[in-house]
């Protein structure tokens, strides 16, 4: 089969074998992996999806730091391809998707049948292979961590990346206001698209002015729920928004500076900090992430939310698409798409 092998700390956007010094290594003989457990199911893999993680996880940025080598990769989908003596939730032919911590950058993978859940039909499956990672994370924190309600007003930053399309969109099925934060002509009119309330071109615009411009429209107090994936100058600009009993949500650091949030001025509007590392759940509280992917894909077969495919490449080319994440082209998701016509099961 295919498989992307990330061989040394490098630059993911460099292309496959193409020097010495590249990161990757493009195997088109790896060994399928094969059933080692009796509940264990082989998925032919037909999307998987990349996030700002990937990048950071090959350049050794991360916070988990795989042994050398490893085949990144984390939320895919997929045609359950064989299965373990022991399955009983699946058979062979069955649409599936989830996530892992390693592995989905190529053509098959293997994974125990607690860990997937079947695509519903009305779901397309290169989108459902782009839905638990972010979407994940934008529904954990907005509706579990934050409990944001109906009427509430939900602020996200760089909600043209990933998550922040996802956030805009749950935020918007759970019925808050939503003030996006983007930058580019492009990606206004996208947001504006998806439901967004407010949107502020961060490039162009005084950010506090112009929403503090819109809040006294609305008759709105404030922000009560701050979704941040960016950190730096903008988390520290946001903080001047939020009202009494706000909460802050840190998901990420995609501006690359860690921002400091005083607390004496946390604890005088009484703000609840969280802090979210949507992967840990999978050994703290796997029962949240399930009812959240669960959620999640009934919303997308119904139309609910729905996912921005910005670019898709082929295995080949991930080096393009990690590319579009560092230079910021993406609209919502990056996808790989895998073709399996070419793997074949040596087992």
């Not at 839905?131 to 994940?136: A, Q």
């Not at 956030?167 to 099925?173: F, L, P, R, Y």
Request: one cysteine or more; glycine letters at 10%; charged letters at 20%.
């Amino acid at each position: 089969m295919e498989a992307l092998v990330c061989r040394k700390i490098g630059d993911p956007t460099e292309a496959p074998n193409s020097s010495d010094n590249s990161a990757f290594a493009l195997e088109t003989c790896h060994p399928i992996p094969k059933l080692d457990w009796s509940t264990a199911v082989r998925i032919r893999v037909k999307a998987t999806s990349l996030n700002y993680g990937n990048y950071l996880q090959i350049l050794g940025k991360y916070q988990e730091k795989p042994p050398l080598p490893f085949i990144p990769g984390s939320d895919y989908s997929g045609i359950v391809d064989s299965i373990g003596p022991k399955v009983s939730k699946f058979k062979v032919g069955d649409r599936v998707c989830s996530f892992a911590p390693l592995g989905s950058f190529a053509q098959f993978i293997v994974a125990d049948e607690t860990d997937l859940l079947p695509v519903p039909d009305g779901c397309d499956l290169v989108a459902a292979g782009a839905l638990p990672v972010v979407y994940g994370t934008s529904h954990v924190g907005l509706a579990h961590r934050a409990n944001l309600k109906s009427g509430q007003v939900l602020l996200v930053l760089g909600a043209a990346g990933g998550v922040g399309v996802a956030a805009v969109q749950i935020g918007k099925a759970c019925g808050a206001v939503v003030i996006a934060v983007a930058r580019g002509d492009d990606k206004i009119q996208f947001l504006k698209s998806i439901g967004a309330d407010f949107v502020v071109d961060s490039s162009k615009s005084d950010i506090i002015a112009s929403i503090k411009g819109f809040l006294n429209e609305r008759n709105l107090k404030g922000v009560d729920v701050l979704y941040d994936p960016v950190g730096g100058k903008l988390t520290k600009d946001a903080l001047k928004l939020l009202k009494w009993g706000a909460q802050i949500l840190v998901i990420g650091f995609a501006s690359g500076e860690v921002p400091v949030i005083p607390a004496n001025i946390a604890l005088v509007k009484n703000w609840t900090i969280h802090g979210l590392y949507w992967g840990s759940y999978k050994i703290h509280q796997p029962g949240v992430l399930e009812d959240s992917l669960k959620e999640l894909l009934s919303w997308l077969a119904s139309g609910k939310i729905s996912i921005n495919i910005s670019h898709a490449y082929s295995l080949k080319e991930a080096n393009l698409a990690f590319a579009a994440i560092r230079d910021r082209k993406v609209i919502g998701k990056v996808m790989i798409i895998c073709d399996n016509k070419a793997a074949k099961s040596k087992l």
